[in-house]
């Protein structure tokens, strides 16, 4: 396992995040993950960084929720202030110890702490796209018993359905991660000609304009693993309905068969077959009810839902659409403290019409 870590902090280090000489970089994460981090820590001080961690204990988040005043759940850490203000670099390894902590948490308390984190998010958004003063950040997983039990696997399983689904079993997993990245930039390069995106399913009969934003390229870069390609629609330009087919997950809690209606940008109303007050409270945060991102899953590995959206949004064959904080590096102007994706599968039957060509049919494209 030590050289699967080993590979996997050099494809974080110098692919995900490209480190250089005295870049200053926080690394957050649980103690679970204790050996990949001190891979990840020597990597980044062989490249030159100044690399620090921010480590969690079980159940501090429940905790949290269960005892704080109302002053302390509006609370913002001067530190994590700092952080987003001041360091070059950011990396998450998500490394859970119960994947349903906050499950039965007051959606009421989640939503305060969500706002009070909306400037927050705002400086974090426009670092990470500036090109004087840039924010570089990554997100990736590392296996625990907790992950692996919530999507029906066996630790082993699921430390060879993660690892596989970065490229770590290759020989040189960057080569492949560039290779990836050339053949999404041809279909960027395709929609960036496109004004009018309409998305047609089961259940989805959904349009937005992204003329004048930009296509993203997702290659494990922000993500680790990715395959995607997305943008942020013309803010008041989407109109039409549509169900998620997969369950959507926010903060530990699931959310089953979300139906949403659209007009002119803003969802109108919502439904859901389980979680609707969680729905409810989310849509009451400022810019929630808009959307900031409307994307397409490239990444044919990853072909199991797993119930985290760093590997289920890439599904290949998938669609997710974002409601809240657009993505400022493809032009987008939502601001809002939520940025939550949700999927649907099209891969029975869906399509995707480009000014009105038709370019993905059953989860391929087609041109």
């Avoid at 100044?50 to 269960?66: M, Q, S």
């Avoid at 305060?112 to 909306?118: F, G």
């Avoid at 500036?130 to 018993?145: G, I, M, Q």
């Avoid at 999507?151 to 997993?173: I, K, W």
Wanted: hydrophobic letters at 40%.
């Amino acid at each position: 396992m030590s050289e699967i870590y080993e590979k996997y902090a050099k494809l974080l280090v110098n692919y995900s995040l490209s480190l250089q000489k005295d870049d200053r970089l926080l690394i957050k994460s649980s103690y679970l993950a204790e050996d990949l981090l001190k891979e990840i820590y020597k990597e980044a001080l062989n490249a030159g960084a100044h690399p620090e961690f921010r480590v969690t204990l079980n159940g501090t988040e429940k905790i949290f929720y269960e005892t704080a005043s109302d002053e302390q759940l509006k609370y913002v850490s001067p530190l994590g202030k700092y952080v987003v203000e001041n360091f070059d670099a950011m990396l998450n390894v998500m490394a859970p110890f119960d994947m349903k902590e906050l499950q039965d948490v007051d959606p009421a308390k989640k939503q305060k702490t969500s706002i009070a984190m909306t400037d927050l998010m705002k400086t974090f958004f426009q670092r990470s796209v500036s090109v004087d003063d840039k924010l570089k950040w990554s997100l990736c997983v590392f296996p625990t018993e907790a992950a692996a039990a919530e999507c029906g696997m066996s630790l082993a399983e699921y430390e060879e359905f993660v690892y596989s689904a970065c490229f770590l079993n290759d020989d040189d997993p960057i080569a492949r991660w560039c290779e990836l990245r050339d053949k999404q930039q041809r279909i960027v390069d395709m929609l960036s000609s496109k004004n009018e995106i309409r998305y047609l399913g089961k259940d989805i009969d959904i349009s937005f304009s992204a003329k004048g934003r930009k296509w993203i390229n997702s290659a494990g870069e922000n993500n680790m693993p990715s395959g995607e390609v997305f943008t942020s629609p013309v803010e008041d330009s989407v109109n039409g309905k549509v169900r998620f087919s997969f369950p959507g997950i926010y903060m530990g809690q699931e959310v089953e068969d979300i139906s949403l209606e659209v007009k002119n940008g803003e969802v109108v109303s919502w439904d859901a077959k389980s979680g609707k007050e969680l729905l409810d409270s989310i849509f009451e945060i400022p810019g929630a009810r808009n959307f900031g991102e409307a994307a397409i899953g490239t990444n044919k590995g990853i072909n199991k839902f797993t119930k985290n959206m760093l590997f289920d949004e890439k599904m290949g064959g998938t669609i997710h659409m974002a409601i809240g904080a657009a993505i400022p590096e493809a032009g987008g102007l939502n601001e809002s403290a939520i940025h939550w994706d949700m999927l649907a599968d099209m891969s029975d039957g869906g399509e995707i019409y480009a000014d009105g060509e038709l370019i993905y049919k059953n989860g391929e494209f087609i041109v």
